[in-house]
């Protein structure tokens, strides 16, 4: 088969490293255009967690906002998706949710310790005064 014929208006092949830098690894100097004066755009969770977050977090969170307010974009699927999620039990009850998930776990270490101990007198055979004196040192 015949190469194809090319003219002086069609681009040469060209390879990986011949495409103007779009290929290239990111400078330094690209991060901080980026992080300067980039497009900042949010989804759901971030404002979900403002609810999750403890006060000092939100505040910290929320004043990060402010300061990005010129280049800040939340979608429209976001916020249908926040105003949507935002009443369910796992986003309001957040906190209540995980300090009871601490007090089940700590019941459950106790019982542990409880059980670590009674194992261990019963494979001592401690008299029953015995046991007094250890549960009381």
């Known amino acids: 088969m015949a ?18 830098e779009a ?12 992080f300067d004066s980039g497009l900042v755009v949010l989804d759901t969770n971030v ?8 006060e000092s977090t939100r505040r910290d969170m929320l004043a990060a906002l402010a300061r990005l307010r010129e280049r800040l974009w939340i979608p429209h699927q976001v916020l249908t998706e926040f105003w949507r999620n935002r009443e369910s039990a796992t986003v309001r009850h957040h906190h ?17 310790a409880r059980t670590a101990v009674t194992t261990w007198l019963t494979a001592v055979q401690l008299k029953d005064d015995e046991e007094a004196a250890q549960r009381t040192d």
Do not use: M
């Open 3 to 20: 190469a194809p014929h090319t003219t002086s208006d069609q681009p040469q092949d060209r390879g990986i490293f011949d495409c103007d």
């Open 23 to 34: 290929h290239r690894s990111p400078l330094r100097s690209d991060y901080e255009r980026i």
């Open 47 to 54: 404002l979900l967690n403002l609810y999750r977050s403890n």
């Open 96 to 112: 209540a949710t995980k300090a009871n998930e601490a007090g089940t776990a700590l019941d459950k270490a106790v019982k542990a």
